[in-house]
């Protein structure tokens, strides 16, 4: 929605002016051009910056966004201006009664009275705004360093669904503690590249598991083989076994036994057919257990846990230390797959990939900002909004005692669009009108507002969601909207009029 509210903004403002239809919409398109050109840019490369993560559900979310941020922008150059003149059309055929009011600019260049408020107060009394912005960054970033040493949510019981903890899950939990951690008595299943993996990895992971300078996780592993009487040579031994007991069982033998004794064997001895028995003799409902979907049999196998938390990721990445990536005496190595794995690893990703795709997000905004400004003045007052916006979502965050989990961890990369596309349009602005800093805020101020209003509507949804690491991540996206936001409209304009050449500031 940003890119065709802020050139709709300006076309009004020509209208308001008394421009011509044609002459403003030739004008609002490229009076907006280059500050859209860079709002998707930057908004493109915080998503693009996570196609680099190694995640691929990750990956593929920065893919969608860096595509579409810039389909979203080509689109609007052709399409905007088209369909502001198709409405006109039709308005024009309304009654006068019913068309829209026209566009008015006050006398002193405001759109409206709170673009006109901030725009005197950052004025008249920037050292004042820029001296409140650093003590709420202050307070913003006084628990940062201990925020930042671990921010990663492990507590996976808190990113589910919200109905499920009160419903089924509550109940699970109930009886995880009445039976001591066992009341999923399959255990938690995984899966072998093949079933003739499986006994070495057992052996395997359960070495790997005594190894654990923590202490054993696992209680005990159930494969194929065992709920069968063993493999299939295992059987033959025992038959032949059996055999050569039945051989020697002759009438005369059994004669000569004590009364007692010979009814005694009569009883315990094994009858005739016996066979190998195979997966195919299992009953169904023991057999699927061990059954993937394509049917075929042998290559699962279950993992049952000592009484400890599923939901704590300190555990999770202990149990995929120890099930995951096994390498096997024949030198195979074998990455079971599991829930515990899967999670592990988004864990991982996090911990490896956000920093760095932070890093990119950040380094590449900076050398757009640069290169749009051309100005070194601009460049360092739109980045040093942009980081005090990050600042005071981080800040906020951790004073909240939010925690950083696998969804809202990727609301830092998209801050970095955020805060640099709503600063670069106030600065923009102001370069297009010789450097006049507060009838840029009072002409643009409630565009970029705007733009900011549909996007806290689009994350706040999230907000009430059932998923609570869809909550959270709803959550910070907000409140990095609205610190950017404030950044934009208050810092900035603030820093530009106190950092204004001498002989600017001249009457």
């Given at each position: 929605m940003n890119f065709p509210i802020?050139?709709?903004?300006?076309?009004?403002?020509?209208?308001?002016?008394?421009?011509?239809?044609?002459?403003?919409?030739?004008?609002?398109?490229?009076?907006?051009?280059?500050?859209?050109?860079?709002?998707?840019?930057?908004?493109?490369?915080?998503?693009?910056?996570?196609?680099?993560?190694?995640?691929?559900?990750?990956?593929?979310?920065?893919?969608?966004?860096?595509?579409?941020?810039?389909?979203?922008?080509?689109?609007?150059?052709?399409?905007?201006?088209?369909?502001?003149?198709?409405?006109?059309?039709?308005?024009?055929?309304?009654?006068?009664?019913?068309?829209?009011?026209?566009?008015?600019?006050?006398?002193?260049?405001?759109?409206g009275p709170l673009s006109r408020l901030v725009g005197d107060i950052t004025e008249r009394r920037p050292r004042l705004v820029l001296a409140i912005a650093g003590a709420i960054t202050i307070v913003a970033v006084w628990r940062l360093p201990a925020f930042l040493r671990d921010p990663w949510e492990y507590d996976f019981d808190k990113l589910?669904?919200?109905?499920?903890?009160?419903?089924?899950?509550?109940?699970t939990r109930k009886a995880e503690r009445v039976f001591g951690g066992r009341a999923g008595l399959g255990g938690a299943m995984m899966i072998a590249d093949t079933a003739a993996q499986v006994p070495a990895l057992k052996a395997r992971i359960l070495a790997n598991d005594a190894?654990?300078?923590?202490?054993?996780?696992?209680?005990?592993?159930?494969?194929?083989?065992?709920?069968l009487p063993g493999s299939e040579a295992e059987q033959r031994r025992k038959l032949g076994v059996?055999?050569?007991?039945?051989?020697?069982?002759?009438?005369?033998?059994?004669?000569?036994?004590?009364?007692?004794?010979?009814?005694?064997?009569?009883?315990?001895?094994?009858?005739?057919?016996?066979?190998?028995?195979?997966?195919?003799?299992?009953?169904?409902?023991?057999?699927h257990r061990f059954e993937e979907a394509s049917g075929a049999i042998g290559a699962v196998f279950h993992v049952r846990f000592r009484d400890v938390s599923l939901t704590d990721g300190h555990n999770l990445l202990r149990i995929a230390r120890t099930t995951d990536d096994v390498a096997l005496p024949d030198g195979q190595r074998v990455a079971t797959a599991s829930r515990s794995t899967v999670f592990a690893e988004m864990i991982r990703s996090m911990q490896r990939d956000a920093p760095l795709a932070t890093l990119v997000a950040l380094s590449l905004v900076v050398l757009v900002v640069a290169a749009a400004?051309?100005?070194?003045?601009?460049?360092?007052?739109?980045?040093?909004?942009?980081?005090?916006?990050?600042?005071?979502?981080?800040?906020?965050?951790?004073?909240?005692?939010?925690?950083?989990?696998?969804?809202?961890?990727?609301?830092?990369?998209?801050?970095?669009?955020?805060?640099?596309?709503?600063?670069?349009?106030?600065?923009?602005?102001?370069?297009?009108?010789?450097?006049d800093v507060t009838r840029a805020v009072k002409l643009h101020a409630g565009a970029v507002a705007l733009c900011s209003y549909t996007?806290?509507?689009?994350?706040?949804?999230?907000?009430?969601?059932?998923?609570?690491?869809?909550?959270?991540?709803?959550?910070?996206?907000?409140?990095?909207?609205?610190?950017?936001?404030?950044?934009?409209?208050?810092?900035?304009?603030?820093?530009?009029?106190?950092?204004?050449?001498?002989?600017?500031?001249?009457?």
């Open positions: 802020v050139l709709l903004s300006r076309y009004r403002e020509f209208r308001a002016r008394g421009m011509a239809p044609e002459s403003a919409r030739r004008d609002a398109v490229w009076n907006a051009f280059r500050a859209e050109l860079v709002g998707a840019s930057v908004a493109a490369i915080a998503y693009g910056s996570l196609t680099i993560t190694r995640f691929r559900g990750f990956a593929q979310f920065g893919l969608i966004g860096l595509v579409g941020m810039m389909l979203v922008w080509i689109s609007m150059i052709p399409c905007v201006p088209a369909m502001i003149a198709a409405v006109e059309r039709l308005e024009g055929a309304l009654p006068r009664r019913l068309r829209q009011a026209p566009a008015r600019v006050e006398p002193d260049g405001s759109r589910g669904s919200s109905a499920a903890r009160a419903g089924m899950d509550a109940w190894a654990d300078p923590e202490g054993r996780l696992i209680e005990e592993i159930t494969t194929l083989d065992d709920v059996i055999a050569r007991i039945q051989g020697r069982l002759t009438p005369a033998v059994l004669a000569a036994l004590p009364e007692a004794e010979r009814r005694r064997v009569e009883e315990e001895r094994p009858p005739a057919g016996l066979r190998v028995v195979g997966p195919g003799d299992l009953p169904p409902v023991l057999r400004t051309r100005d070194r003045r601009g460049t360092v007052a739109v980045l040093l909004a942009l980081l005090l916006g990050v600042a005071w979502m981080l800040g906020g965050a951790a004073w909240r005692g939010e925690r950083i989990n696998f969804v809202d961890f990727i609301a830092l990369p998209i801050t970095f669009g955020i805060g640099a596309e709503y600063p670069f349009n106030i600065y923009d602005r102001s370069r297009l009108l010789a450097g996007t806290v509507i689009g994350y706040g949804s999230l907000v009430g969601a059932d998923n609570l690491a869809l909550r959270s991540f709803g959550r910070m996206a907000v409140a990095g909207e609205i610190a950017c936001l404030f950044a934009a409209l208050v810092f900035l304009p603030a820093l530009l009029h106190a950092t204004r050449p001498a002989r600017a500031k001249e009457p």
